[in-house]
């Protein structure tokens, strides 16, 4: 029911900045639970963010509290990720999922963009 297309990503040098906006088709859009994942080669999918289907309730991975920033704009159907003060260790594909119910293990989520590349040169 619900199609997600992530944008955003590109190179940025570390201590710079980058917002991402996963863009999402679909009636149902503000009854899920979006989240921000990223992957790296050889690793596994890490939870980054999540936020409430009314955007009252956010959390954050300890690696990125404090650098990154998830909302969502319901009426767009579009949740984002702004994303400060990157460092190297940052690199990787970006991924916005959907679930309907708060969490943070990739497996609550239903619904996955492609991904887009981020990566933060040192």
């Known amino acids: 029911q619900v199609q997600l297309v992530e944008s955003g990503g590109g190179l940025v040098q570390a201590g710079g900045s980058l917002r991402l906006s996963c863009a999402a088709s679909g009636r149902t859009f503000s009854s899920y639970f979006m989240g921000w994942f990223r992957q790296v080669p050889g690793k596994e999918r890490e939870f980054v963010a999540a936020i409430s289907w009314g955007g009252g309730s956010t959390y954050y991975a300890d690696s990125v509290k404090g650098r990154f920033t998830i909302s969502r704009e319901n009426a767009k159907n579009t949740v984002y990720l702004q994303m400060n003060s990157l460092k190297p260790e940052d690199t990787a594909v970006y991924y916005c999922?959907?679930?309907?119910?708060?969490?943070?293990?990739?497996?609550?989520?239903?619904?996955w963009g492609q991904g887009t590349q981020v990566t933060v040169s040192s």
């Open positions: 999922a959907g679930a309907r119910a708060l969490g943070s293990e990739a497996g609550e989520y239903d619904y």
